[in-house]
DNA sequence: GTTTCATGTAACTTCTTATGTTACATGATG
DNA sequence: CATCATGTAACATAAGAAGTTACATGAAAC
């Protein structure tokens, strides 16, 4: 596997359910994605469990927005997915007896915990409702050009 | 495989180097490093064609430091193992035509760009010198300790 | 010059993890 | 009760790092 892109997905998925009423189901969804539903309802378990979504089993049933877009960021959806790992490095061994070890370690943790805390920060600074007037903003810049190249 | 420990494991190699005068055989380092001498050849290779080190065969071969310990960077030494990517996320799709994924995409890659460039920064600070220094500081104090103690 | 030692590299295995898929149980709706 | 949708386990696939084996290349020692 290339890269771990499931905050990617969920929030893609998220942003769909923002721009229409739902209830929309994992199959519906899946196929935007173009991936398969058990994928859907697998990244949505953590969002489900932390009240961001609601799913209904059934006839109408399906995934729908359950929490206020201008509250929950995006450092909230990646905690929501379980916290997985952000840098694709590490250190051989942690604690590590040999000094010289310790060494490299101490010199990589800095650098590495830094970059870490802002990522967080940076995710922690936008929310889904950000994330919605930003595609509002680029679906109406659409709308434009598909209009002046009408008028061309 | 967890996480890439390249970067770890190469500096290792080199602050054992900076020690005592070398030559050093795969084997040995890879003995001091708890691995296979075939790996140690392989995290060195890319050091080698920018002669940060030099690798001598047969009798009295082995690996040699061949360069100015206070020149070069941890981020330089990240980039002659070919710069593997930094972090463990990325987006789904690049280049999307989904104006969704754009959206998503444009949020994300803020915040990977800056932690990216951040820590990319970091290792840019400290060379394998300041590494070496803190390596000694490390044995006087333990040293230091070890005496304390025997006086206790 | 032949033996020994060391690197260089290809090829293969192993391990881990995200992702894709199948199968089936659970529960809600008509 | 039949249908629809989620919940989840189990298995398959794919990618990459790390470990290992095998062998070629070349340098030094004898």
Redesign the pocket.
Known sequence: ??????L??VLHVLLHMAQQPG????????KA?????????????GL?DLNYVR?????????TLACDLSKVTLRDVYAAL?S??LL??GN?TEAPGCLVEQAVNAALDQAFDDAEALLLSRLGEVTLAMLGDDLRKRLGSRKLQGMSAHHA
């Open positions: 596997m290339k890269r771990d892109s499931r990617s997905g209830p929309f189901t994992s199959e519906t969804l899946a994605m173009d991936t398969n539903p058990v994928v859907i309802r697998r990244i949505m378990a489900r799913s209904e089993k059934g006839h109408g049933g399906g995934w379980g997985p790992s694709a490095m051989r």
